[in-house]
């Protein structure tokens, strides 16, 4: 029975399920500075692949135009697709360079354009 109970917990273990697993690392634990809403909720968060099509600087901020095809890629429940300006106040620094974005499944209409987050490279 000893030797049950320990490689149980060795499976475990390998498995990832003796420790607390966070998604989505460095943002998990991060909050709109401006409305001050939880980034993430698990499954609302990824990198953003930035074009001229999906993402262009404006007076008031980032203009993030996405397709019901490229927000479900970074929100699997998203329903609409993103046109919508995250102003310069609510952007924050990204941790590993690169643009990430949290995205609402949908209330693509509210102040907030259906963005939670939005994470840009430091220095752009």
């Not at 000893?2 to 690392?25: E, I, R, T, W």
């Not at 099509?53 to 404006?58: K, M, S």
Request: charged share 20%; aromatic share 10%; glycine share 8%.
């Amino acid at each position: 029975m000893k030797k049950l109970a320990s490689a149980s917990a060795v499976l475990l273990a390998a498995l990832g399920m003796g420790a607390p697993v966070h998604a989505h690392g460095w943002y998990a634990y991060k909050s709109d500075p401006v409305y001050g809403f939880a980034c993430c909720g698990g499954t609302d968060c990824g990198m953003l692949v930035v074009s001229r099509d999906v993402l262009t600087a404006e007076p008031e901020g980032y203009r993030i135009r996405l397709s019901i095809e490229e927000t479900r890629k970074i929100n699997p429940f998203s329903v609409a697709p993103i046109d919508a300006i995250v102003t310069w106040d609510r952007i924050q620094p990204s941790e590993d360079g690169n643009y990430h974005i949290c995205l609402m499944t949908y209330r693509r209409d509210n102040v907030q354009g259906g963005i939670y987050c939005l994470f840009a490279p430091p220095d752009t």
